[in-house]
């Protein structure tokens, strides 16, 4: 079988129970829901909201450098920190944190594979205390845009047939389903895809207790179903970016390409957008 091409991102949950604790190790939670965390989370993790810390409140985007280096010093993180990310909706927003961190430089970033729900499905112990860890200076070294797509990028890529992968339900992509009865303030005009975008929904690459399928099963749905090449350029998005973050986590880390973006704007974006082209 083969394995993965970066095996070291992912931790088990029996690693991070025998890491609880360790200097140098910081344990994040993030989450969809915003209330799993005071129900109980591992101990020693700190909670990120990746709607109200990791963006910024006034423009959409992320916060910028500044303020994310003010946020990482007050949750006591440091850059030489190994922050190990874990969360609810099969690390869904784990990974979403994980990618944030990574436009922002952090070197050393793991996901706890199976996220939440594997830790509480094996009756691990949690906790609703709180650590305040002491504040830090945590200072961006550089800023890597290279893993972040826009509309223009988009626009360019989807008009040159590269590879462009919609990771959404696949009602979403043909246009049955606008989305905005779950998510009313995320909606979108207009339904469909992308033009020239595949349809490769993320839960692909989930197994059933959360944790990312095989490598070779990996393979089959990214190489073999769809086609994508290793080498060319990906762009993954979604509906706000959460979900192709999880994937755009596959593609890069344990399949090991090269050159994949994800797209945060994403349909949310694309659905609204003046004169863009739509297929359903």
């Known amino acids: 079988m083969a394995d993965y091409t970066n095996p070291e991102v992912l931790v088990s949950t029996d690693w991070v129970q025998d890491n609880i604790g360790k200097p140098g190790i910081k344990i994040v939670e993030s989450n969809e829901d915003i209330l799993l965390y005071d129900i109980g989370h591992i101990e ?151 033009p020239n975008a595949q349809s490769v929904p993320w839960a692909t690459a989930a197994n059933e207790d959360g944790t990312f399928k095989s490598a070779d099963e990996l393979i089959k749905i990214y190489q073999d179903g769809a086609g994508l090449k290793p080498g060319e350029d990906v762009i993954a998005y979604c509906r706000i970016g959460e979900r192709s973050s999880h994937t755009w986590f596959v593609l890069t880390y344990l399949l090991g390409y090269k050159n994949v973006k994800n797209y945060d704007g994403s349909w949310t974006e694309w659905g609204n957008l003046v004169q863009a082209p739509i297929e359903k």
């Open 44 to 194: 020693g993790a700190i909670k990120l909201d990746w709607e109200t810390e990791l963006q910024d409140n006034l423009v959409r985007d992320y916060i910028n450098k500044e303020n994310f280096e003010k946020l990482m010093s007050s949750k006591g993180i440091s850059p030489d920190d190994t922050v190990v990310f874990y969360g609810d909706k099969s690390n869904w927003w784990a990974c979403y944190a994980l990618w944030t961190f990574k436009i922002y430089g952090h070197e050393n970033c793991l996901i706890m594979n199976g996220g939440r729900q594997k830790w509480v499905d094996e009756k691990r112990a949690v906790t609703k205390d709180i650590v305040d860890y002491p504040q830090t200076n945590y200072k961006v070294s550089n800023v890597n845009s290279e893993i972040r797509a826009f509309r223009d990028d988009v626009r360019k890529h989807s008009d040159s047939k590269g590879a462009l992968i919609d990771v959404r339900s696949p009602k979403e992509y043909s246009g049955e389903l606008l989305h905005m009865e779950a998510y009313p303030q995320e909606g979108a005009l207009r339904g469909g895809h992308i």
